[in-house]
């Protein structure tokens, strides 16, 4: 993509991401937290631009300049997941920002229609096109009407404390440990079975998990994979763990007034607001093994002490997985409308698999 000039606004370039473009992404995600229920800004601990690929592997950023500062961005990531059984590619559009001097300029606007345009160019008409919406995100919601047909479904996200002590041993005799490479095609084939009715799923392999376990930008993994076996060393369950707390602390900046008075009770934040968060994903359990799946569950957020303080967890809130983190009423939770473009119908009674 080549650097595009506004005609209504000379000052204004539309372009790629650049590598060099770490220091000005740090100043841009300072200044724009999230505007929907809960602000929360990332203070990365290395280079933005590296970190959003460590992350997002195959993402392509859109920039807008003016007179030579970053003042918005929008990322693209690209794959392909399942609907309705068919496998389909897609664009996932996330983190459109605006510097606050800059906003009500149509700068997002043009970042929207830049990124629908390189999503269509990459993935072809029969592509999905979709996004992530924070619930009272409005600018962003409004951005979306523009290019999207349809509300697919919800996506929640909880936010819990690790444990303080152990989780009491199995009666079952269940244990946990990490995955073993030779391992992989199994746990692969128990999430495409667990996930097999949801839309959104992106299918793994063993080579496919293999990859995604191995990205990282340090000499130590950012991810890891955890299973719960049985005395046989049967895989009953498994939960992946990738410490973005490496990457990037989160600072909230503002909750909703009841959880900031519940706040002052549970301390779910610090004071200072500084979550080191890690984030719990492909989460999924052999038919009938629930209880197995939430002793996992338990036992890594005991053993993920020693890598952050907070665990955050994306699911569809009428699936199994919230019975899995068993999720109290309590507990800091965000929703995210799903939209997407296609006039193929998407969701409805059917689960969303968090992309």
Same mark, same amino acid.
């Given at each position: 993509?080549?650097?595009?000039?506004?005609?209504?606004?000379?000052?204004?370039?539309?372009?790629?991401?650049?590598?060099?473009?770490?220091?000005?992404?740090?100043?841009?995600?300072?200044?724009?937290?999230?505007?929907?229920?809960?602000?929360?800004?990332?203070?990365?601990?290395?280079? =933005?631009?590296?970190?959003?690929?460590?992350?997002?592997?195959?993402?392509? &950023?859109?920039? !807008? @300049? $003016?007179?030579?500062? %970053?003042?918005?961005?929008?990322?693209?990531?690209?794959?392909?997941?399942?609907?309705?059984?068919?496998?389909?590619?897609?664009?996932?559009?996330?983190?459109?920002?605006?510097?606050?001097?800059?906003?009500?300029?149509?700068?997002?606007?043009?970042?929207?229609?830049?990124?629908?345009?390189?999503?269509?160019?990459?993935?072809?008409?029969?592509?999905?096109?979709?996004?992530?919406?924070?619930?009272?995100?409005?600018?962003?919601?409004?951005?979306?009407?523009?290019?999207?047909?349809?509300?697919?479904?919800?996506?929640?996200?909880?936010?819990?404390?690790?444990?303080?002590?152990?989780?009491? =041993?199995?009666?079952?005799?269940?244990?946990?440990?990490?995955?073993?490479? &030779?391992?992989? !095609? @199994? $746990?692969?084939?128990? %999430?495409?079975?667990?996930?097999?009715?949801?839309?959104?799923?992106?299918?793994?392999?063993?080579?496919?998990?293999?990859?995604?376990?191995?990205?990282?930008?340090?000499?130590?993994?950012?991810?890891?994979?955890?299973?719960?076996?049985?005395?046989?060393?049967?895989?009953?369950?498994?939960?992946?763990?990738?410490?973005?707390?490496?990457?990037?602390?989160?600072?909230?900046?503002?909750?909703?007034?009841?959880?900031?008075?519940?706040?002052?009770?549970?301390?779910?934040?610090?004071?200072?607001?500084?979550?080191?968060?890690?984030?719990?994903?492909?989460?999924?359990?052999?038919?009938?093994?629930?209880?197995?799946?939430?002793?996992?569950?338990?036992?890594?957020?005991?053993?993920?002490?020693?890598?952050?303080?907070?665990?955050?967890?994306?699911?569809?809130?009428?699936?199994?997985?919230?019975?899995?983190?068993?999720?109290?009423?309590?507990?800091?939770?965000?929703?995210?409308?799903?939209?997407?473009?296609?006039?193929?119908?998407?969701?409805?009674?059917?689960?969303?698999?968090?992309?």
């Amino acid at each position: 993509m080549a650097p595009i000039r506004s005609n209504t606004q000379p000052d204004l370039i539309i372009r790629l991401l650049q590598p060099n473009d770490g220091p000005e992404l740090i100043q841009l995600f300072e200044s724009s937290p999230d505007n929907g229920r809960f602000a929360i800004n990332a203070r990365y601990q290395i280079d =933005p631009y590296q970190a959003i690929h460590a992350l997002h592997s195959d993402t392509i &950023g859109i920039a !807008a @300049e $003016i007179q030579g500062s %970053l003042v918005g961005l929008g990322l693209v990531e690209f794959g392909d997941c399942c609907v309705r059984g068919e496998r389909r590619p897609y664009a996932s559009l996330h983190s459109l920002l605006v510097h606050p001097s800059y906003r009500n300029k149509g700068i997002a606007k043009r970042l929207a229609q830049e990124r629908i345009t390189l999503a269509r160019e990459r993935i072809g008409e029969s592509g999905l096109i979709l996004a992530s919406i924070q619930e009272n995100n409005s600018a962003s919601l409004s951005v979306a009407q523009k290019w999207s047909q349809q509300q697919v479904g919800s996506i929640q996200s909880i936010l819990t404390r690790v444990r303080n002590q152990a989780p009491a =041993p199995s009666p079952e005799g269940i244990t946990v440990r990490p995955a073993q490479p &030779g391992e992989y !095609a @199994e $746990i692969a084939t128990g %999430l495409n079975r667990f996930y097999q009715g949801y839309d959104l799923y992106e299918l793994q392999t063993a080579e496919s998990l293999s990859a995604w376990l191995n990205k990282t930008p340090f000499d130590d993994p950012l991810r890891h994979y955890f299973i719960a076996v049985n005395r046989d060393e049967e895989i009953m369950a498994g939960l992946a763990v990738t410490r973005q707390c490496q990457i990037m602390a989160m600072e909230v900046k503002r909750m909703p007034l009841p959880l900031t008075m519940l706040n002052k009770i549970m301390k779910m934040v610090p004071e200072d607001g500084v979550l080191r968060q890690l984030s719990v994903t492909r989460v999924w359990y052999a038919p009938e093994q629930l209880t197995a799946a939430q002793h996992l569950w338990e036992t890594v957020r005991w053993q993920s002490r020693v890598w952050g303080t907070h665990i955050t967890c994306f699911y569809d809130p009428r699936s199994s997985v919230p019975d899995v983190l068993r999720v109290s009423k309590w507990l800091p939770r965000a929703n995210f409308t799903v939209v997407s473009t296609g006039s193929q119908p998407i969701g409805g009674e059917r689960l969303i698999y968090p992309l």
